[in-house]
């Protein structure tokens, strides 16, 4: 099982559909195919009850090729504190 973090999400585990290789600098994987991976987690996603995280949302802008503006027009949301929809808020601590 291959937990799949590259997406952007944490909660991904793959069971299969990718494959791996030890090299000289350590394992890579290989996803088969990574937009049919996309489109199934964003479908998993979408089906999902409740409010998106952040991440989720992301997630969806990407695999739709949305950009922020565009997703706050359409769902007629305003900027908050100068960030738009699914933007990371840099971080008050400084990290």
Do not use: W
Not at 28 to 37: K, N, Q, T, Y
Not at 39 to 59: H, S, V, Y
């Amino acid at each position: 099982m291959h937990h799949y973090t590259m997406c952007g999400l944490d909660n991904v585990y793959l069971e299969n559909g990718y494959v791996q290789k030890d090299t000289e600098d350590g394992p890579v994987v290989s996803i088969e195919d990574l937009d049919g991976l996309h489109r199934a987690i964003a479908n998993d996603i979408a089906d999902k009850k409740g409010r998106l995280t952040g991440r989720e949302l992301r997630f969806l802008r990407s695999v739709l090729r949305l950009s922020q503006q565009k997703t706050r027009r359409a769902h007629r949301l305003p900027t908050r504190n100068g960030h738009t929809v699914g933007e990371r808020r840099p971080d008050p601590a400084g990290g």
